[in-house]
């Protein structure tokens, strides 16, 4: 157990440490904060942080920086939250005004701003579906026997086939046909659109077995698309800017993983139970970033999940900025979703 002015002093370190990556001494202490304590003071204190396994002294210096030890107990009870200024919202909110298109666009959107604003690089495992809905169908001429069979979404998306013309069909009679499916279908979500209610389609409206059969296709196709996990990374470069990580090998083995699609997909999967989660060196399981912390999140919409986003980066990173845009990021999108049609 820690008494107060040592939780103070370790606390006073870590933020040090994360702001100038240069080992903390006693004398920048006193010097930096008003602490009321001598340099001496200070060091006998250090010096029993290091004892515990809180401090570390690199042997080329005479400062200390912060164990895994340390950080994990900043990020449990020490950390305090960031802060977002007005300039960093309206950053945020022009950034989305300005390329909200689909629903990847969204989320690669998301990616990008989180690694800018956290200067680290940013994961995005997105469950596309979340926002997907249904809007309409359309046939469109090819020649005198077939037509296009297009399916669009919401966020405009097209899936299309081609499909042969019932014979003596006319095309006003296609065009009534679609205008129907998309009545009945139109703001549901892809997820919804059930194998009961694609047989009320057939039933009722496209009582033609080949149209319906290119129908229930396009439909499919469509959903499996965006049923498919989607990773969506930011700011790999930003590496390159942190005294970590000037070593090439080491870049070059994290970049290795970052570029594994499957990898990427698998350790943010590893998180989706737990909302937000920081994992800090060690803890992280998956090789090539166990000198790393990710912190991690978890957001759903309506009880399903909407996707997860993490920040990885050096142990020496601004956990509390770090968390506040994530926040603030989640309450954004969770406001995009919501503004979507109704998903029936």
Known sequence: ?????????????????????????????????????????IRNEMSDLELLGYLE????????????QAYRLYVDSLVEPGTLTDND?????????????????IFQSTAKILSRMTKNVSMVLANRDAGACFRYMKFLPLDEHHAILCIVTDDGNVANCVVEIPLGMRPEELDYMAGRVSRLLE?????????????????????DKLL????????????????????????????????????????KNLLGILEEERVVRDLLRAGEDSGLKITIGSENKFTGI?????????????????????VLGPTRMEYG????????LHKYLKTMFEQKPDNK
């Open 321 to 328: 900025k770090v968390i506040t845009v994530m926040d603030y």
């Open 89 to 105: 919202r309206a950053l945020i909110n022009g950034w989305f005004s300005e390329r909200r298109r689909s629903i990847d666009e």
């Open 57 to 68: 002294q690199p042997h080329t210096s005479a400062g200390r920086v912060p164990s895994a």
């Open 290 to 310: 166990q000198d790393c912390s990710m912190v991690q999140a978890t957001y759903r919409l309506n009880g399903q999940i909407v996707g997860t986003m993490a």
């Open 187 to 207: 703001g549901r979500a892809l997820a919804n659109i059930t194998e009961d209610l694609l047989q009320a389609v057939h039933t009722n409206i496209a009582d």
């Open 212 to 251: 319906f059969t290119s129908l229930v296709q396009s439909i499919r196709q469509m959903r499996q698309k965006y049923q498919q996990q989607k990773v969506f990374l930011g700011g790999t470069k930003q590496l390159l800017n942190q005294p970590e990580f000037r070593d090439v090998e080491r870049v």
């Open 1 to 41: 157990m820690l008494n107060e002015r040592k939780k103070k002093i370790l606390q006073l370190i870590i933020e040090d440490y994360i702001s100038t990556a240069e080992p903390v001494g006693s004398r920048t202490i006193a010097r930096k904060y008003d602490l009321g304590l001598s340099p001496a003071t």
